[in-house]
């Protein structure tokens, strides 16, 4: 309960109180960043996003509250797809880290972390970033020559890999032993 409380406390605190506080065309919920003049970054924080953008990210941050993660990915998802930007970004991480799709929110805290448009704050940097070290402590990633290794392995006890990365692409492999069954 208190982890659940803490994500929303953090999805919100970036929200405007109500929907009053917010200007109509130009607030982002999920904005905080003040712009700088002449800056290249602050002409992308600058750029005002479409009326649906506003509405998505509103829907989303009502789902997280009630812990309807599904639901607050999809929103967070179209928000995006209306206008891209590192807040969606790090929104679709977070809900994606509570749905325990690990990689999928190491993708999206990444992109956050990278993203020009409407930067994170240095506090939500260093959030994203704590995160991040967390979503990666739980996925196993393959380097080339581990890569390599399982090939001449199923090669050698004559077994099919393409079921073997369709589980690794669904279900990250955990660290530690694994047991391979089949």
Known sequence: MRRHLLFVLALLIAAPASA???????ADPAADVPAVDG???????EAVPPPEYDARVREALQESAAGHWAEARAAFRQAHEAFPNARTERGMGMVSFEMRDYV?????????LDNPVRPLTETQRTE?????????????????AQERALRNFARDVDIELLPLYRLHATNP??????????
């Open 20 to 26: 009053q506080d917010a200007e109509p065309a130009e």
């Open 39 to 45: 800056d290249a970054e602050a002409e992308d924080a």
């Open 104 to 112: 999928d929110s190491v993708r999206h805290l990444r992109r956050a």
């Open 128 to 144: 994203v970033q704590a995160l991040l070290d967390r979503a990666l402590a739980r996925i196993a990633v393959f380097s080339a």
């Open 173 to 182: 492999l955990r660290f530690g032993a694994q047991e391979l069954l089949g």
